[in-house]
């Protein structure tokens, strides 16, 4: 898992450390694209463009869909994994607090024990 | 004994799940083990309470924590927040079902959730879930806030605790 997240992180940062391909996350921010918009855009060949496209989409920050013959991209799984970001922050907290929730209620259930066995004498 | 106990404790531990079932919908459900009526002891009486709401780990300190368990009745926590400020917390219960649920308001906020605590024992253990419902899409995804800086006080005293354990070696 470690690893897996260790790999994500380094194509990440590999694909964000050229211009054109920010410059295209950021457009795809805006609006879902085709490559050949995208390339239009940035002045470049289509083939050029396909290789940018690629490198983000081995990222995971982008993903594409071929329909008929245009290939549409969009921005990719960041707002899941925002998402989920979101939610293990909200776990952690419950979780550290029900932790020493779990303390408190060993606590009563060892007294309940200890009064039961009090009466019973 | 005692060994028994404590991997009774580890089985339930870990276990807390969250869920996102709505735009402004959050459920947080735990399994404990012990009696429904005594984990709702635990969450109703304010010396009890105290203890655990927010967990040391996280830095932060309750002043104070008044709780009227009863429709209509108010609670109240206080926070240390900052050098020499405070945080309020408050709200009143809408229901009151023991040992089984609780609805309270949080009013610190015009966005703050509607929350309900439900318990459901089963052959002596207890399902915890806490539904937070809130007012909006934007309500919900803002309270990040407040655990967002919680955890980052827990990253700050993890460090602090590494430093401290080592230096005592």
Known sequence: MVQYQQARFDASFAALADATRRGVLELLGRADASITELAEKFHMTLTGMKKHVGVLEQAGL???????????????????????????????????????????????????????RKKRR | MDARREGDVASTKGRTQVERKSDRELVISRT??????????????????????????????????EQDVRVGGAYRLVFRHGESGSMAFHGKYLEVVLPSRLVWTNEESADGSVTTLTLEEKGGKTLLVVHERYPSKEACEANAGAADGMSESFDQLDELLVTLVSARR
């Open chain 2, 32 to 65: 404990f083990d012990a009696p429904a009526r005594i984990v709702f002891e635990a969450w109703t009486k304010p010396e009890l309470f105290k203890r655990w709401w927010v967990p040391k780990s996280f830095g932060m300190e309750l002043l104070s924590c």
């Open chain 1, 62 to 116: 982008v993903v594409t869909r071929k329909v008929g013959r245009v290939r549409t991209c969009k921005l990719g799984l960041r707002r899941l994994e925002e998402e989920a970001a979101w939610i293990e922050k909200h776990r952690q907290l419950w979780d550290a607090r029900f932790d020493e929730l779990d303390k408190v209620v060993e606590e009563l259930k060892r007294k309940e024990r200890a009064d039961g």
